[in-house]
């Protein structure tokens, strides 16, 4: 069974894009949607998870994803507490494990997890007690499942659906959970081609198998593409022998505006940031017309409004019948 | 067993008896605001028919009930979208069905958070009865005293038709 969805394959805890089915994505951008509205009134509010708690648990740092998910647990009229544990290589297992009873204790309804080990949330979503979800805000090299559906939902406003999409995803493919997340995404929601686009040592071994084309030349990758998702340069986990220099990676696979020009006149380009300028992408490129960068931040809100009151949703109503 | 009933001399008696009320109030330029989904389709309808000047506004209060802890979030919710500002201004909000009243309390508690209304009237096409809150409407097409069994329910939005399912 699947350890994100509830008896009646409703989303219970929400962990990765991987193995979820294409409807439970389209309801969650639906769902993300009609939230767009909340920011027109004059209470910037809806009562939907008024007096249930959040718990942002962040082992690793982070500035926007912790301020989104605060500020749409907010909107939600939910209270939050932030929770920064230091990042440790120890807090691992029986630690975790402790750190979560203990919590739990506290009478929370929801954690929001941030780790950098793989499968950090998987392991809480398994050990908490009915009632209470868990949403993966990144775990190492793994997932970062609401990212991704941002990603998403930006890709919908802009380009009205998947079908007929060439997407390319560029940079350190590697170290990167945002890249994997959103390849799931866009091969459930069914886009026409997904490529990945980077130097060899920072391509995984085997990628295809995921479903995407692979490039190790910009200007043949985003030929005719229509969006364009960049990955940042993950410098504080680079182990030094993976790439000759910024620069040159900058000259190879930095996104520019000369070598933005072989892709669709009306692509559009992304980046989950934080942006490293003249590293994975040129100043005039992030701040230019084709840019989606900063609705893209807009965007984050109403996605994990709608996932944490879907995975509320049904986890209040298991825990009314009793059943996890 | 399934009854049908037609609605377009419903909605021309609700429109005739808002607009008295409206006159008997002193109402000059009221705003209307519907509620999704039959609630919508009633307000369209009233609204052309008066000749409101300012634009229809729409309610979706799926995010204001009271059932969120039993049944989650609703499917198919659609954005709320009241394009004016409704500080001081007389508001109609409209609905299909009057039951429990817990869809008008929702809607209420939406509407205050967009800003503080001068007055707020409630104009329906049926009351049903089996009130479990303390609201009524101002307006009303039709009263009927249907048991909890019994279901209506107006399909739409063109043409536009109640239908009565009762269990008896």
């Known amino acids: 069974m699947n350890l994100q969805l509830d008896s009646q394959g409703r989303l219970r805890h929400f962990l990765s894009t991987e193995g979820l089915p294409r409807a439970l994505l389209t309801q969650i951008l639906d769902t993300a949607e009609s939230f767009s509205g909340v920011i027109d009134k004059s209470v910037k509010k809806v009562p939907l998870l008024r007096g249930r708690t959040v718990m942002n648990l962040f082992f690793e740092a982070s500035t926007r994803t912790r301020t989104t998910f605060e500020l749409a647990a907010k909107r939600l009229s939910a209270d939050v507490i932030n929770l920064d544990v230091a990042r440790s290589s120890t807090v691992k297992g029986e630690t975790l494990l402790d750190t979560l009873r203990n919590l739990e204790a506290m009478q929370c309804d929801m954690f929001v997890v941030r780790h950098n080990d793989s499968g950090a949330a998987h392991f809480i979503a398994r050990h908490v007690r009915p009632g209470v979800s868990v949403i993966n805000a990144g775990d190492g090299r793994h997932a970062h499942p609401t990212q991704a559906m941002l990603d998403m939902f930006t890709i919908r406003q802009y380009k009205g659906g998947f079908e007929q999409l060439r997407v390319a995803i560029v940079g350190d493919i590697l170290h990167s959970r945002v890249a994997r997340s959103e390849i799931h995404a866009l091969n459930t929601l069914g886009a026409a081609e997904v490529r990945v686009i980077g130097p060899r040592t920072l391509l995984p071994r085997h990628i295809e198998d995921l479903g995407v084309r692979v490039f190790y030349d910009m200007k043949q990758g985003l030929k005719d593409v229509d969006v364009v998702c960049m990955l940042r340069l993950q410098r504080e986990r680079m182990d030094g022998a993976l790439l000759p220099s910024e620069s040159e990676f900058f000259r190879l696979y930095g996104l520019t505006e000369d070598k933005l020009a072989v892709a669709h006149p009306e692509a559009i380009v992304m980046h989950p940031g934080p942006i490293n300028r003249g590293v994975e992408i040129a100043s005039s490129v992030a701040d230019g017309p084709r840019s989606v960068i900063l609705p893209q931040v807009t965007n984050g809100i109403a996605v994990r409004m709608a996932v944490m009151s879907l995975a509320m949703g049904s986890a209040a109503d298991s825990e009314s019948r009793g059943t996890a | ?168």
């Open chain 2, 1 to 168: 067993m399934t009854e049908l009933i037609p609605v377009d001399s419903l909605i021309e008696k609700t429109a005739a008896q808002l607009k008295s009320v409206l006159d008997e109030r002193a109402i000059k330029d009221p705003l209307m605001v519907g509620i999704h989904s039959g609630g919508v389709w009633v307000a369209e309808r009233l609204h052309a028919g008066l000749g409101l000047s300012e634009p229809l506004g729409t309610l979706d209060i799926s995010f204001y009930r009271d059932d969120f802890s039993r049944i989650g979030v609703h499917p198919q919710v659609r954005p709320s979208r009241l394009p004016f500002q409704v500080d001081g201004r007389h508001v109609v909000l409209v609905d299909d069905v009057l039951y429990t009243g817990r869809t008008i309390r929702a809607a209420l508690n939406e509407l205050f958070d967009y800003g503080r209304p001068a007055s707020v009237l409630l104009a329906v096409l049926i009351d049903r009865g089996q009130r479990e809150l303390p609201i009524a409407a101002d307006v009303c097409g039709m009263q009927l005293q249907l048991p909890s069994d019994d279901q209506i329910k107006l399909q739409g939005p063109d043409p536009l038709t109640l239908v009565i399912r009762k269990t008896a």
